[in-house]
Protein backbone atom coordinates (compact mmCIF):
# COMPACT_ATOMS: atom_id res chain seq x y z
CA UNK A 1 0.00 0.00 0.00
CA UNK A 2 1.43 3.23 -1.09
CA UNK A 3 2.97 5.93 1.84
CA UNK A 4 0.47 8.76 1.03
CA UNK A 5 -2.53 6.19 0.69
CA UNK A 6 -5.12 8.45 2.72
CA UNK A 7 -5.83 11.74 0.49
CA UNK A 8 -8.63 13.83 2.20
CA UNK A 9 -10.01 14.33 5.38
CA UNK A 10 -11.51 16.43 7.30
CA UNK A 11 -14.09 17.33 9.98
CA UNK A 12 -17.84 18.07 8.40
CA UNK A 13 -20.81 19.60 9.80
CA UNK A 14 -23.74 17.52 9.40
CA UNK A 15 -26.03 20.40 9.96
CA UNK A 16 -23.90 22.42 7.38
CA UNK A 17 -22.50 20.32 5.39
CA UNK A 18 -19.00 21.86 4.87
CA UNK A 19 -15.38 20.46 5.19
CA UNK A 20 -14.03 22.62 8.59
CA UNK A 21 -10.88 22.00 10.01
CA UNK A 22 -11.63 23.31 13.93
CA UNK A 23 -15.01 23.61 15.35
CA UNK A 24 -18.97 23.24 14.31
CA UNK A 25 -21.55 25.37 12.65
CA UNK A 26 -24.17 25.54 15.55
CA UNK A 27 -24.38 23.01 17.94
CA UNK A 28 -24.08 20.04 15.21
CA UNK A 29 -22.50 16.66 15.54
CA UNK A 30 -19.04 16.51 14.12
CA UNK A 31 -18.29 13.87 11.86
CA UNK A 32 -14.56 12.98 10.85
CA UNK A 33 -14.67 12.08 7.26
CA UNK A 34 -12.02 11.28 4.35
CA UNK A 35 -11.72 10.05 0.81
CA UNK A 36 -11.55 6.49 0.10
CA UNK A 37 -8.34 4.83 -0.44
CA UNK A 38 -8.48 3.44 -4.23
CA UNK A 39 -7.09 0.28 -3.87
CA UNK A 40 -8.81 -2.99 -4.20
CA UNK A 41 -7.64 -4.29 -1.84
CA UNK A 42 -8.77 -2.33 1.54
CA UNK A 43 -10.75 -3.57 4.29
CA UNK A 44 -11.28 -0.97 6.12
CA UNK A 45 -9.62 2.42 8.10
CA UNK A 46 -8.69 2.89 11.68
CA UNK A 47 -9.38 6.09 13.35
CA UNK A 48 -6.60 7.40 15.85
CA UNK A 49 -7.60 10.26 18.54
CA UNK A 50 -5.46 11.15 21.32
CA UNK A 51 -4.63 14.80 23.14
CA UNK A 52 -1.24 15.33 21.05
CA UNK A 53 0.17 15.36 17.87
CA UNK A 54 0.59 11.47 17.25
CA UNK A 55 0.03 10.63 20.91
CA UNK A 56 -3.14 8.60 20.45
CA UNK A 57 -4.94 7.06 22.97
CA UNK A 58 -8.02 5.95 21.19
CA UNK A 59 -7.93 3.87 17.96
CA UNK A 60 -11.08 2.96 16.22
CA UNK A 61 -11.87 0.16 14.04
CA UNK A 62 -14.11 1.92 11.37
CA UNK A 63 -14.31 -1.28 8.91
CA UNK A 64 -14.89 -0.09 5.40
CA UNK A 65 -16.79 3.23 6.32
CA UNK A 66 -15.14 6.52 5.44
CA UNK A 67 -16.62 8.54 8.34
CA UNK A 68 -16.63 8.51 11.72
CA UNK A 69 -18.83 10.30 14.13
CA UNK A 70 -17.49 12.44 16.84
CA UNK A 71 -19.11 12.19 19.85
CA UNK A 72 -18.43 11.47 23.36
CA UNK A 73 -15.08 13.91 23.46
CA UNK A 74 -15.20 16.51 25.93
CA UNK A 75 -15.72 19.99 24.99
CA UNK A 76 -13.03 22.47 25.03
CA UNK A 77 -10.51 19.59 25.07
CA UNK A 78 -8.30 19.54 22.30
CA UNK A 79 -8.13 16.17 20.31
CA UNK A 80 -5.62 15.21 17.48
CA UNK A 81 -7.25 12.87 14.56
CA UNK A 82 -5.80 10.86 11.82
CA UNK A 83 -6.75 8.00 10.07
CA UNK A 84 -4.78 4.58 8.32
CA UNK A 85 -5.83 1.98 5.87
CA UNK A 86 -5.61 -1.42 6.30
CA UNK A 87 -6.02 -4.62 3.69
CA UNK A 88 -7.44 -7.77 3.85
CA UNK A 89 -4.20 -9.43 5.91
CA UNK A 90 -4.54 -6.74 8.57
CA UNK A 91 -1.29 -4.56 6.81
CA UNK A 92 -1.55 -0.98 7.94
CA UNK A 93 -0.93 2.03 6.34
CA UNK A 94 0.80 4.96 7.07
CA UNK A 95 -0.80 8.12 9.14
CA UNK A 96 -2.91 10.35 7.23
CA UNK A 97 -2.33 13.87 7.58
CA UNK A 98 -3.44 15.04 11.44
CA UNK A 99 -6.83 17.01 11.94
CA UNK A 100 -6.96 18.85 15.08
CA UNK A 101 -10.45 19.62 16.77
CA UNK A 102 -11.83 21.38 20.05
CA UNK A 103 -15.33 20.27 20.41
CA UNK A 104 -16.87 23.86 21.28
CA UNK A 105 -18.47 24.87 24.48
CA UNK A 106 -21.86 25.94 23.27
CA UNK A 107 -23.32 26.64 26.40
CA UNK A 108 -26.13 23.93 26.01
CA UNK A 109 -24.17 20.34 25.68
CA UNK A 110 -21.52 21.89 27.89
CA UNK A 111 -21.28 25.24 29.41
CA UNK A 112 -17.92 26.87 31.43
CA UNK A 113 -18.57 26.96 35.15
CA UNK A 114 -16.56 30.39 37.18
CA UNK A 115 -14.47 29.31 39.37
CA UNK A 116 -11.97 30.73 41.82
CA UNK A 117 -7.92 30.95 40.84
CA UNK A 118 -5.71 31.10 43.50
CA UNK A 119 -1.43 31.02 43.03
CA UNK A 120 1.47 30.57 45.55
CA UNK A 121 2.79 27.03 45.56
CA UNK A 122 0.35 25.60 44.30
CA UNK A 123 -2.37 26.28 41.70
CA UNK A 124 -5.66 25.78 43.07
CA UNK A 125 -8.82 26.24 40.75
CA UNK A 126 -12.04 25.30 43.06
CA UNK A 127 -15.67 25.58 41.19
CA UNK A 128 -19.14 24.29 42.76
CA UNK A 129 -20.96 21.67 41.22
CA UNK A 130 -23.95 19.52 42.06
CA UNK A 131 -24.41 16.18 42.82
CA UNK A 132 -23.57 13.58 39.67
CA UNK A 133 -22.35 16.24 37.68
CA UNK A 134 -19.42 15.54 35.36
CA UNK A 135 -16.74 18.54 35.22
CA UNK A 136 -13.05 18.41 33.34
CA UNK A 137 -10.55 21.41 33.86
CA UNK A 138 -8.04 22.00 30.20
CA UNK A 139 -4.84 24.11 29.98
CA UNK A 140 -3.56 26.14 27.64
CA UNK A 141 -0.62 28.02 27.06
CA UNK A 142 -1.31 29.69 23.91
CA UNK A 143 -5.28 29.64 23.61
CA UNK A 144 -5.06 27.58 21.25
CA UNK A 145 -5.04 23.77 22.26
CA UNK A 146 -6.34 22.75 25.18
CA UNK A 147 -5.37 20.05 27.07
CA UNK A 148 -7.45 18.38 29.25
CA UNK A 149 -5.44 17.93 32.70
CA UNK A 150 -8.92 17.15 35.20
CA UNK A 151 -12.12 15.64 34.60
CA UNK A 152 -14.26 14.56 38.06
CA UNK A 153 -18.24 13.40 38.58
CA UNK A 154 -19.12 14.61 41.65
CA UNK A 155 -19.89 13.10 44.27
CA UNK A 156 -22.13 15.37 45.77
CA UNK A 157 -23.41 18.89 46.17
CA UNK A 158 -20.43 21.37 46.82
CA UNK A 159 -17.17 22.49 45.94
CA UNK A 160 -14.02 20.86 43.79
CA UNK A 161 -10.77 21.87 44.46
CA UNK A 162 -8.29 21.14 41.88
CA UNK A 163 -4.51 21.70 43.41
CA UNK A 164 -0.96 21.12 41.49
CA UNK A 165 2.30 21.85 42.13
CA UNK A 166 3.76 25.22 40.76
CA UNK A 167 6.96 25.04 38.05
CA UNK A 168 8.87 27.50 36.98
CA UNK A 169 7.73 27.38 33.40
CA UNK A 170 3.76 27.27 34.32
CA UNK A 171 2.32 29.71 32.11
CA UNK A 172 -0.72 28.44 31.98
CA UNK A 173 -4.52 29.34 31.11
CA UNK A 174 -7.39 27.42 32.71
CA UNK A 175 -11.40 26.47 31.85
CA UNK A 176 -13.67 24.33 33.85
CA UNK A 177 -16.11 23.15 31.80
CA UNK A 178 -19.55 20.91 32.77
CA UNK A 179 -21.29 18.45 30.46
CA UNK A 180 -25.41 18.68 30.70
CA UNK A 181 -27.37 21.14 32.86
CA UNK A 182 -26.10 23.12 36.43
Do not use: H
Amino acid sequence: MPKNSIRRLGILSLAGGAILFCGLWRSAAAVFQWDANPEPNIAGYYVYLGPSSRAYTQVIDVGPETQYPLTNLNAGATYFIAVTAYDYNRFESAFSEEVVYTPRVDGVTARALGFQLSVQTNVTLRFPVRAGQKCWIVASEDFTSWKQIYFIEAPKTGEIEYRRPVTASDREFYRVISSGTP
